[in-house]
């Protein structure tokens, strides 16, 4: 995993915190938990059913499930 891609999710995260505490709507929400499984797909092998994410106000629990998990 290099750096870059390290401080790109980190970004993202710390983005949807921000629009979670700003109340932001139910898309937007989606859209960042998409881009959220696209950055861990890159490095696990997971399909989209096996992954789920649930956001609080303070914390983000990834929760990755399947034969191989």
Known sequence: MSVPSVHVAKERL???LMA?????TPETAEKFSSDIYHTVSKYLEVKPEDFNIKITRSDIHIKITGENY
């Open 20 to 24: 979670d505490r700003m109340q932001c």
């Open 14 to 16: 710390r983005t949807l």
